[in-house]
């Protein structure tokens, strides 16, 4: 007996599946902040695919890497404090049907010793398995007397942040170690690589807009990338943004400016800037 899997239609369905649930599920916001004596936050999701989706929901603790990559987090690390034990929600499944919202209500309560400081829990939607077997592989192979199909089934999720907030708590944000990769076989574009460091009890979350002028000339945007976060405990996290540039600039002789600001809905206001001289 002998297990047959074929690799490539394997990886081509966890990547349309991933895709596609990506796509089909809408969350609004993106990010809950629990803030003084804010005690509840509610959470739309809706289903924009063609076909019913069912959603397991569920607290889960995440942390972000120095590079900004989300992982599991089995135990609190030093300076690291979950929101969990304090949340509760409502409902923990649903099924939608195509076009149809469901409103998710998160409320916290905070024990009387908590001590100031800021903590941070995930909402995680996770896609149940279709009864159908409609998200699987069945339909790639069947097998033959005397073998074994794999069948594997590519459900995706979707988490967002919940931040519960005690006491006092402040950030102040810098941009560091700002250089610029030039474009190469592998990598068409110049790529923008630096740090952003984080100092104080919160965690800083907003956008980023690079721009180039040159000598005697107007700014010219060349990246900006929405909703960049950096989680406490970490005190930084290594960035790159590859720029895209108008047809006939060159980066040189002149100035690379570099801005991290608030989201537009918290007033824009500027968290940090930078600057890079180019010869």
């Known amino acids: 007996m002998k297990n047959i899997v074929s690799t490539g239609a394997l990886a081509l369905a966890l990547l349309l599946g991933a895709q596609s649930a990506r796509a089909d599920l809408m969350l609004y916001p993106t990010r809950v902040e629990l803030e003084k004596n804010q005690r509840a936050a509610q959470v739309e999701l809706v289903n924009r ?3 019913s989706e069912t959603y397991r929901i569920s607290i889960v603790n995440r942390r972000m890497t120095e590079t900004g990559e989300i992982v599991e987090a089995k135990e609190a690390q030093p300076g690291e404090q979950f929101a969990s034990p304090m949340l509760s929600y409502s409902p923990r499944q649903v099924t939608l049907q195509p076009g ?3 409103t998710v209500r998160i409320s916290v309560r905070k024990p009387a010793d908590l001590a100031t400081g800021e903590y ?3 909402l995680q939607f996770d896609r149940v398995a279709d009864a159908e077997g409609q998200s699987s592989l069945e339909a790639v192979t069947e097998p ?3 073998q074994i199909a794999i069948v594997l089934q590519a459900l995706v999720g979707a988490s967002i942040p919940v931040i519960v907030r005690h006491g006092d708590t402040a950030v102040t944000a810098m941009l560091e170690d700002l250089k610029v990769e030039p474009a190469n076989e592998k990598v068409k574009t110049p790529v923008l690589v630096f740090a952003i460091r984080r100092d104080g009890n ?3 979350y907003g956008d980023l807009v690079v721009e180039f002028a040159a000598a005697g000339a107007r700014p010219v945007a060349l990246a900006r990338v929405a909703g960049v976060a950096v989680y406490v405990p970490n005190i930084q996290r290594l960035a790159r943004m590859p720029l895209t540039l108008p047809d006939g600039l060159a980066l040189k002789n002149g100035t690379l400016t570099l801005r991290f600001s608030t989201r537009p809905d918290a007033g824009a206001k500027l968290l940090a800037q930078a ?3 180019l010869p």
Request: no cysteine; proline share 0%.
């Open 49 to 51: 695919g063609t076909k």
């Open 100 to 102: 149809v919202g469901q």
């Open 120 to 122: 941070r829990s995930h």
């Open 144 to 146: 033959e007397e005397g």
């Open 202 to 204: 919160r965690s800083v």
């Open 275 to 277: 600057t890079l001289a």
